[in-house]
């Protein structure tokens, strides 16, 4: 199995470098997901009115109640979703959401693309969080009351400039497969010492918005470099990523679909 590579020793990891124990309980891994719809059940064949897209995004940021967009179905609990978008603005006052049309499928659909950006001030650190989903909405004609996630990501970066980082975890995966899982920083070390940790979220974590207990190490080779498997049984994996630089903290989560047809690695 890869692991975390060349990794020294983590006490040589600055203090200065190294997130508090508070901030790290505070870093909202798994922020946006499930926040729109509470399960990724599978959408019916109507898509939502342009009109319906836009009154979603007006309820999102706080000009309309949900309820006149979204009802409850399959995968679909309005008082929850309202719970998690409030979770999510007291954490990030500044939120804002927008939707629109996504790529479409290969099959011809229709998607949607719903995007969240966001900061908070945390003692002298600044967080901005930037988070997507590809989605495949339904409607009952009236509503929206049904979603299939197509994939999905979050990042949140302290520091005064975004540190370059490439996430290299598929979007999706079949039953018991084995996987990589590499996350990459897109510049020269020149001696910085990085710090960074990757763990699987549970359900429970990423349905309560909870953050993890994550172990850091420190990195030698520019990244964190894992193969994992997939469980035998299709559903998802999330996972959540922390990588520490002088010039920043970025934590990362993403969420891996388990399916059991090649047909549904690239829809």
């Known amino acids: 199995m890869r692991g975390v590579a060349g990794a020294p020793n983590l006490k040589a990891v600055s203090a200065a470098q190294m997130p508090s124990p508070q901030q790290l309980s505070r870093l909202p891994f798994g922020l946006l997901f499930g926040l729109l719809l509470a399960n990724p059940a599978a959408a019916a064949a109507a898509m939502p009115s342009g009109a319906q897209l836009l009154l979603l995004e007006k309820a999102l940021n706080g000009g309309a109640e949900l309820a006149a967009v979204l009802e409850n179905g399959t995968g679909l609990d309005v008082t929850l979703v309202e719970l998690r978008r409030r979770a999510l603005l007291r954490q990030f006052p500044d939120a804002r959401w927008q939707v629109g049309p996504g790529a479409p499928l290969r099959d011809g659909s229709a998607t949607v693309q719903l995007q969240v950006t966001g900061s908070r001030q945390e003692g002298p650190t600044r967080f901005r969080l930037e988070a997507q989903q590809q989605l495949v909405l339904s409607s009952s004609g009236s509503r929206i009351n049904g979603q299939t996630v197509i994939r999905e990501q979050a990042l949140l970066r302290s520091g005064e400039v975004d540190l370059p980082v490439s996430l ?81 903290l970025v934590s990362a989560t993403k969420r891996v679909r388990v399916v059991t047809d090649k047909a549904q690695l690239n829809p």
């Open 168 to 248: 290299l975890i598929p979007d999706a995966v079949l039953t018991g497969q084995r996987y990589d899982l590499d996350v990459l920083i897109d510049e020269p070390l020149d001696g910085a010492i990085v710090a960074g940790g990757l763990v699987a979220l549970t359900g429970q974590q990423v349905s309560a918005l909870e953050s993890p207990d994550l172990q850091l190490g420190a990195l030698g080779g520019g990244g964190l470099f894992k193969t994992v498997q997939a469980p035998f049984t299709p559903g998802s994996q999330t996972w959540a990523v922390l990588l520490v630089h002088p010039k920043g």
